[in-house]
């Protein structure tokens, strides 16, 4: 079945400082892909929405110049938090598209676990 | 507005018996509902979904139904294992309505007691 892999896993860095995180779609295309942060013991609550080859749309209350986004090729995304800070603490996940089979092909990365200190 | 509830955060359990996890929508746009387990620090496992245009699917051990008219699906395990503790989350989509984006519920954890 379809494969997302995330990475890193896990990133501890100081505040101030840029971190990325990379989403691969490893057997499929994926035109589109997602970004979640996930607080918790609370929902998912989608990001943005990240399109190969066009500019992300975020959800309301994202701040793009934040959260950036880059999705070059069918097979990955990126999202860089920049200027990190203790409050983007969080539990990242990215999801991607490939449009078959029952699930209509929303595939899960593993997620990353930031921590900003 | 939250779109998507799951209004239990907690279910226990006994292995062998029936877990019914519900959920309720209010948009009336969303037309794919899919279920998720999760464990802590990792990403959401799908496990199955439904059409707008069913109101059964069936896989294996789960089951989901989905009534339009009240805006409720319930996720039906049976018989429940140990090994389906996990936090399970419902998920909508208004995908005929031209948007693939997954709206999540908070999530409702299940413990299955041996």
């Known amino acids: 079945g379809a494969v997302v892999s995330q990475h890193p896993s896990w990133v501890i860095c100081k505040s101030g400082t840029s971190v990325k995180i990379e989403c691969r779609s490893l057997?499929?295309?994926?035109?589109?892909m997602f970004w979640y942060r996930q607080f918790p013991k609370q929902s998912l609550m989608l990001m943005a929405t990240?399109?190969?080859?066009?500019?992300?749309?975020?959800e309301q209350g994202v701040e793009k110049d934040k959260f950036l986004i880059n999705h070059a090729s069918l097979t990955l995304s990126t999202l860089t938090v920049t200027s990190a800070h203790p409050e983007d603490s969080s539990f990242y996940i990215c999801s991607a598209t490939d449009r078959q089979g029952a699930n209509y092909g929303y595939t899960f990365g593993s997620g990353t676990r930031l921590t900003v200190v | 507005d939250q779109q998507v509830k799951q209004n239990s955060p907690s279910l226990s359990v006994q292995e062998g018996r029936i877990s019914i996890l519900n959920c309720d929508y209010t948009n009336s746009m969303f037309d794919y509902f899919l279920w998720y387990k999760k464990y802590p620090a990792e990403g959401p496992t799908f496990l199955i979904s439904?059409?707008?245009?069913?109101d059964k699917n069936e896989d294996g051990r789960f089951t989901v139904f989905l009534n339009k008219s009240a805006k409720h699906l319930s996720l039906h395990i049976v018989p429940s294992q140990p090994g389906d503790s996990a936090v399970y989350f419902c998920a909508a989509s208004a995908v005929k309505g031209g948007s693939e984006k997954l709206v999540f519920g908070k999530g409702t954890k299940l413990t299955v007691n041996p």
């Open positions: 439904i059409s707008s245009i069913k």
């Open positions: 057997d499929f295309q994926a035109t589109t």
């Open positions: 990240s399109n190969e080859g066009s500019k992300a749309t975020y």
